[in-house]
């Protein structure tokens, strides 16, 4: 496959099924600080990068309310790509406190299986880093050639 065949099979996947072009486009005129305001109002799903040392921490020293004991313990489940389920177990009683899941699935459109978002918006950004990163390549090469 030639890079401009690949390039064009990219702009067009990506540009027809966007589900935060908007948002890209009418932030890109605000400054970083206008552009943090506005994430701490916007209502849809937020996503961060956490190392999972990090996050089992913040249980390290909670009390179980059921047995009064400090031995919460945070527990992956199933995980499809950036998706993962959680769950919160005391290991002394054996009681789950909690179960959730990292990401909501986006609504289903087909009879194939519903994506969960934060796997959408991952390939999207990825997609989005190769489609540049083609672009400065051609840019690269007419340079070389018109040298």
Do not use: W
């Amino acid at each position: 496959m030639e890079i401009s065949e690949h390039n064009s099979n990219v702009a067009q996947h990506s540009s027809g099924n966007s589900i935060f072009e908007n948002e890209r486009v009418s932030m890109q005129g605000k400054s970083v600080l206008e552009q943090e305001n506005a994430a701490d109002t916007y209502d849809g799903p937020s996503y961060i990068i956490v190392d999972k040392n990090a996050l089992c921490d913040i249980f390290k020293y909670t009390f179980c309310g059921s047995c009064n004991q400090s031995t919460l313990k945070l527990e992956f489940g199933h995980k499809y790509g950036f998706f993962h389920q959680l769950k919160l177990v005391c290991k002394t009683c054996s009681e789950q406190k909690m179960e959730c899941f990292t990401s909501s699935r986006l609504e289903k459109k087909s009879n194939t299986s519903t994506p969960f978002d934060v796997n959408v918006r991952a390939v999207q950004a990825f997609l989005e880093q190769s489609v540049g990163a083609l672009h400065r390549l051609e840019n690269f090469a007419c340079f070389s050639i018109c040298l």
